[in-house]
């Protein structure tokens, strides 16, 4: 059977991904980026890096951050 894992909802990185905090044991908290199956959520901006070549700045898609905002006051801090 597949294990179950629990944590707390940190961040909420966009429309369909999280940050999950797991438990302290003797050091920081793991974390995982969860990102939700089937959720296709307008990507945020992005700012181009300039230490990868051919890195280009992109601008939010409609909606990106309402779609953000949402979950992340659904999740932020739950289990």
Do not use: Q
């Given at each position: 059977s597949p294990q179950?894992?629990?944590g707390i909802v940190k961040q909420v990185l966009s429309g369909d991904s999280v940050i999950i905090r797991g438990q302290p044991r003797g050091g920081p908290p793991p974390e995982r980026q969860l990102c939700l199956s089937n959720v296709n959520a307008p990507k945020l901006a992005r700012r181009?890096?300039?230490?990868?070549?051919g890195s280009v700045e992109t601008r939010?898609?409609?909606f990106a951050w309402e779609?953000?905002?949402f979950l992340r006051k659904k999740l932020i801090g739950k289990e």
């Open positions: 179950m894992n629990r181009s890096n300039p230490n990868v070549e939010d898609e409609p779609a953000r905002e």
